[in-house]
């Protein structure tokens, strides 16, 4: 079945985002239709305030359109009340943030747990999970260390580990190597590449090009409009030096 005939996993259909700012009505996301496909690697990238962080609010179920639609697995994000769009977010969606978002008090297998937990799986049952992601990220050997005890890629790791606790729909990096070395950035990288060979659908969230290199296919974005839908390999998917300065329209 091709792209013609297969419902998408996730779709935009003339998606507006707009916000008031004193008397300036900002439109962060201007009128976006695209399709991403099971299985796809892709970055969404753009200049700061080119609208790339309201878009993957919206993909992630932490936000919703002003008008048009978003669809994720067919369903129609935009209609779902707020508790059915919690549930429908822990289950479908897995999250990986630049600052790793893991909590301090709890250790490196209770982090991974907390999405399960929501999820309503039983104690016995979390642990497994738990364990089998901690293990497929390299942290077997530190369920009892708690955040502060790691180092920025480790922690990242876990968040990597949490984000897939739950066996999610897509998978949502933001910036996930923002706050790590260079180094240890290419092993982030290389962990979601594996991801995807798996059959993952991971979408990346970047306004670096040497990032956004790893997925195959970009949409960068310009003033909340799509500017670029392609290879990552075409040299048009690359945002310009020059252009990366600024504050991100949120």
Not at 17 to 34: H, P, Q, W
Not at 46 to 67: A, E, R, Y
């Amino acid at each position: 079945m091709d792209k013609d005939t297969k419902m998408p996993l996730i779709e935009f259909r003339n998606v507006c985002k707009t916000y008031e700012m004193g008397d300036t009505i900002v439109r962060a996301a201007d009128d976006i239709s695209l399709k991403i496909f099971e299985g796809e690697f892709v970055a969404i990238v753009g200049k700061s305030g080119s609208g790339k962080s309201t878009c993957m609010n919206i993909i992630g179920c932490l936000d919703v359109p002003t008008s048009g639609e978003y669809l994720l697995e067919g369903k129609n994000v935009g209609e779902m009340d707020k508790n059915a769009l919690a549930e429908f977010r822990n289950a479908k969606l897995g999250f990986i943030f630049q600052q790793y978002n893991l909590l301090a008090k709890l250790s490196v297998l209770d982090n991974v747990c907390v999405p399960l937990m929501y999820a309503g799986y039983s104690k016995k049952e979390r642990k497994e999970r738990a364990l089998e992601v901690l293990e497929s990220v390299g942290l077997a050997d530190k369920l009892k260390n708690r955040p502060s005890q790691l180092s920025g890629g480790q922690q990242q790791r876990v968040s990597i580990a949490r984000a897939l606790a739950n066996k999610p729909s897509v998978i949502l990096a933001d910036e996930p190597t923002g706050a790590l070395d260079s180094r240890t950035g290419r092993e982030v990288l290389g962990i979601l590449r594996d991801l995807h060979d798996k059959g993952n659908t991971v979408v990346l969230i970047t306004h670096d090009n040497s990032i956004a290199a790893t997925a195959e296919r970009v949409i960068r974005l310009e003033d909340g409009k799509v500017v670029f839908d392609g290879l990552a390999s075409d040299p048009a998917s690359k945002v310009h030096r020059e252009e990366a300065a600024g504050n991100e329209i949120q």
